[in-house]
């Protein structure tokens, strides 16, 4: 089986402050990896980390066979390395719209996707509406939208590149219980997409039962598989 | 456990570690050590920060480069035509200033005399210098307080999930717009004050506004042309480059933005001075004294 993710005794620091030391593990193409644990142990470092936009203290982490450079991002797509990242935070641009948003990138790839700017267009509005996401809302700043429509937009974002690596941090946090089951489902369909790659960090225990994916837990620096 | 066990030791939940940032004491040359480090540790990611904007433009990519060049005419706009009204009022002042100036110290001068001030002072170091400090103070900061802010939201991290790379997308279009506004802006600003410098020239000093051309065309030489675009790109880069880099060095604090776009509008005015001395110091070692 082609070997999605890799982490090669990877280690972290801030400052003088160990989160990880060795850690090693592997996912395979399509592979899921969700990972638990308190508040402030670093998941969303760990993820941050397999995700290649912060680099290991020590260490290697690859991609697909490719190691992430967080400067040079755009030649891990052309390597056919497609990531999508759902921020704890949302992460939008505040200076563009909630389709500018999901554009932007369709636009910078439009040549390795393929996409001409109608299909750019079509697709994002697309994105969006499979997303819940009110048509009013679409050129609406992120300042101007709900906690729970600026996740969908970045979730919108996120899979509108068609990613083979999908990164969530905290998915269902600060969400209402109509979009946590939109989040679900949408989850799901990726858990058993075998061309996507997910690794989602969690504190709920509600979706990692609608997941059924056996959690990973991360304490003291470690990822130990829960039985 | 007893009420005499110490609490069981756990893992800090802060992002950073609240230890390092009270330093252990060092002795004299250990302080040294210790500034020597942190100079080459800084100047390297600086130019760093230049170097990897410079190389971006060679990144594949057409539909990139589409994108970045929106991004680009957009900063062109901000940082140099919306800064036109501010350069005329300026650039006017400063052009009557240089005459009242004139005729206090040379009453009666010709339009020779005032076309070699003119060319001296305003051509040479006052346009250059006042555009640059202008587009510093106007788009520089607003540069660096911009980024700093997406730095905080998690807006560049963004941008390199979705595959795009900062420095081609947020440093190259903010380097490209400020080189060419500040040299757009300096060609401005000196139209404006010469034009100033004619009209109350006339007034004030007596030649008439083609004597002065006359004399500003005897003044200047092919020189001039290299130093004014050397002045102007080197003193946009500046400003850009500058403004990027602390903007970027922000991390993850709201309160860090402010303190790094203070340090950029110092080191970029500081940075601008010094290019602009040496550049003039070059100047007139190769081409000779202004007044002869």
Redesign the interface.
Known sequence: MKLGLELDHVSFR????WVFRELTHTLPMGGNLVVIGE???GKS?LL?LC?G?TQASTGNVYLSGHAPN?????E???NGV????V?Y??????NATALGNVT??L??????LGLSESQIDRRARDQLTELRVAQTDFHALPAHLSVGVRRRVSLA??LA?TPNFL?LDDPDSNLDTQTKHLVYELLEQKRDDPAVTLLVTTTSPELVERLGVPPHELA??YLMARI | MTSQDPLPAR???????P??EYRRRAGFLGSIGRGAIAWVYGASALFGTLG?ALTSFA??????A??VRAVTLSQILFTGVQAVSLVSVIGLLIGATIVIQTSLMVPGADGDLLGKIVVAVVLRELSPLITAIIVAGRSGTAIATELG??KV???I?????????????IVWPRLVASVLSVVALMVYFSFVAVMASAVLGQAVLGPSPAELRSGIARALTLHDLVLFVAKGVGLGTIVGWIACHYGLLVKSSPTEVPKQASAAVVRMLLGAVMYDFALTVVFYWLVGPPLR
């Open positions: 801030y400052g003088d402050l508040n402030g142990v470092t941050y995700a936009l967080p400067t040079r991002p755009s891990l797509f052309r497609r990531r999508g990242f921020f935070a949302g992460g939008l641009l505040s932007l990138a636009r910078y790839h439009a040549d390795v974002r996120a590149l990164f003291h620096g | 893992r800090s939940t802060l992002p950073y570690n230890r390092s990897l990144t594949p990519g057409r539909a990139a589409r994108t802010n997406m939201s998690g807006e991290l963004a941008l390199t999930s979705l595959g795009i790379d900062t420095p081609r997308f």
